[in-house]
């Protein structure tokens, strides 16, 4: 495979993707977006059309069809409803997170649910209110008391955690002093004893995907729960988030996406002093800019994605994708609403949706200024 020409497979993964997005999605997503309705129904079809688990073994449900075929599908989907690409893309993450840490018990038991749509989604309870962008100051903690651990705590912004059938939480198993060599992880189904739900957040952008703040208090799980070994808690997150770069960096393109072609849409059908006002050189320079940097930011991304099935390291290319494209897909739907004028910024056009949608992309799964650190911790190294 090159970098400009799927596989067959892949292709094949995108066809399905864009279909369903532009002929289901699309024309559901405004209608989403004004009522914060959670996509049920369009996760549960995204998970028969085999989109819950891409690059998930078919012997737990899963396409196995890759992460190049993912980071294709993210794309056509987040073009189609970007709050329903959250979803896909966090139930991918913790399936494969599972399907790499768990055992096989633990895999058996969740990860079929998950790609088969039973669970709508699956959530990853990382982050607290005082440390999103430094996880080993977490506060939460998991006691060994006899066979079992009791964990308590609170996590935020966790997307999908009222919907979800299982949810990935991190706490501090060492001393509290232990940074990140004493956090572990932990597998939490939903209606545990001691698990509670907050306030459905009213965010500004993906408000199809809730999002909540988690609590738990003496909420008692089995060893048998705990992913991984004690202690290697860090390490797992660490390497999600790795994975889960590459699906934020196609969910951004996706939204750029949308916003340009929104943007070459109106450009074309509007007319100012004369003639359509994609004719005047100014616009032209926009969407020329834009379309250069949405696809220098595809071959990013799928770079990232090369390597991740390839099995090779791809840390700072990760982390490469998600900088460049999420920034870059931000200042797409900044130039939409600017060439839309005053209808840019009413929800009668898309192009206001999409800018808001864009926006958290530059924060969640790390900020892009943790992208610059992990990308000059890798520049330095090698020279």
């Known amino acids: 495979m090159t970098l400009f020409e799927p596989s067959e497979t892949q292709a094949a993964v995108q066809k399905t993707a864009r279909a369903y997005a532009q002929q289901s999605l699309a024309p559901d997503a405004a209608r989403m977006d004004r009522e914060q309705a959670f996509p049920v129904e369009h996760s549960r079809a995204l998970a028969e059309l085999g989109l819950m688990g891409v690059n998930i073994p078919e012997s737990l449900g899963g396409a196995e069809a890759g992460a190049v075929s993912y980071a294709l599908a993210m794309m056509e989907v987040a073009q189609g409803c970007a709050s329903t690409a959250v979803t896909m893309a966090v139930n991918n993450m913790v399936a494969e997170t599972l399907v790499r840490f768990g055992t096989d018990v633990q895999k058996t038991r969740y990860v079929p649910e998950i790609t088969s749509g039973r669970f709508t989604a699956a959530s990853f309870g990382l982050s607290e209110s005082h440390c999103g962008s430094d996880p080993a100051a977490m506060r939460t903690s998991a006691r060994r008391d006899g066979s079992d651990f009791v964990i308590n705590g609170s996590k935020q912004w966790i997307s ?22 004493g956090i572990s992880c932990f597998l939490v189904e939903a209606g545990a004893t001691g698990l509670h739900i907050g306030k459905k957040e009213d965010k500004m952008g993906l408000r199809a ?3 909540v703040a988690l609590t738990f208090e003496d909420l008692r799980v089995p060893a048998s729960a705990m992913l991984g070994v004690e202690g290697q808690g860090f390490s797992i997150a660490l390497a999600a988030l790795d994975g889960g770069r590459i699906g934020i960096g196609a969910q951004s393109i996706g939204i750029g996406t949308a916003a340009m072609n929104c943007a070459v849409r109106y450009a074309k059908e509007r007319s100012a002093f004369g003639k359509p006002i994609g004719e005047f050189q100014a616009l032209r320079f926009m969407l020329a800019d834009v379309d250069t940097e949405l696809a220098a930011a595809r071959l990013l991304v799928l770079r990232a994605a090369v390597l991740k ?10 982390s490469m994708a998600k900088l460049f494209a999420s920034e870059k897909a931000n200042r797409a739907c900044d130039i939409s609403v600017q060439i839309h004028g005053g209808y840019g910024y009413i929800d009668e056009f898309p192009a206001e949706r999409h800018y808001r949608d864009a926006r958290v992309t530059t924060i969640y799964e790390g900020t892009s200024e943790i992208q610059r650190l992990v990308i000059a911790r890798d520049v330095l190294k090698e020279r």
């Open 209 to 211: 995907s809730s999002t």
């Open 309 to 318: 099935e390839a099995g090779r390291p791809f840390t700072s290319e990760g």
């Open 160 to 181: 999908a955690g009222d919907r979800a059938g299982v949810i990935i939480v991190w706490a501090r198993t060492g001393a509290p002093d232990s940074a990140h060599k």
